[in-house]
């Protein structure tokens, strides 16, 4: 079992345990039982995690200080416009290299949110590096119940609330081809 789950009580591992065990004999996606699903969201297990996640994770930054955006200021952002309303937690952070293929990324179990550098640079408006942390923050928002993102027709709603989506996703696919 991961390294993630050393500080969690018997009962949990158990649930953890049989939750495994009935993906495997069944062969289904089988969602965490309510008490997983809490002690994953519990401050408790972020503090311990999270730390040893960030270090074991490659090409990023950690720091959402960049050279033309600040991820912190764009976040506060999108929180005063309304659009975003419980992300104080999240670790943002852009990467290390510069990712065409895939502008951003997060964990929803720690919490972490990572932009492409490749959309830190005068050429590329603010609106697209801010849609970008915008879709990702959505994920960690919307996918706290089933600790799953997923971009179903309630993810692409919300989505598409961000004033600049389609002038966003044209940029984004002319980044991606280079």
């Known amino acids: 079992m991961t390294d993630y789950l050393r500080a969690a009580d018997e009962p949990v591992l158990e649930d953890f345990a049989e939750t495994i065990f009935t993906r495997i004999r069944q062969r289904r996606r089988e969602e965490y039982t309510e008490r997983m699903k809490a002690w994953l969201r519990s401050d408790d297990f972020l503090s311990r995690n999270r730390p040893l996640y960030l270090g074991r994770s490659r090409n990023l930054s950690l720091t959402p200080h960049g050279r033309s955006f600040d991820l ?90 961000y004033p600049k989506w389609r002038e966003s996703e044209v940029w984004l696919k002319r980044i991606a081809s280079g």
């Open 72 to 161: 912190t200021e764009l976040a506060e952002s999108l929180r005063s416009d309304g659009l975003i309303e419980n992300c104080q937690d999240a670790y943002l952070t852009w990467t290390d290299r510069p990712n065409r293929s895939r502008m951003g990324y997060c964990s929803l179990l720690m919490r972490v949110v990572a932009v492409s550098s490749a959309l830190d640079s005068a050429v590329i408006p603010e609106s697209v590096a801010r849609y970008v942390l915008y879709h990702e923050l959505l994920h960690l928002e919307l996918g706290v119940d089933t600790l799953r993102g997923q971009h179903d027709p309630a993810f692409r709603r919300a989505e598409r609330l």
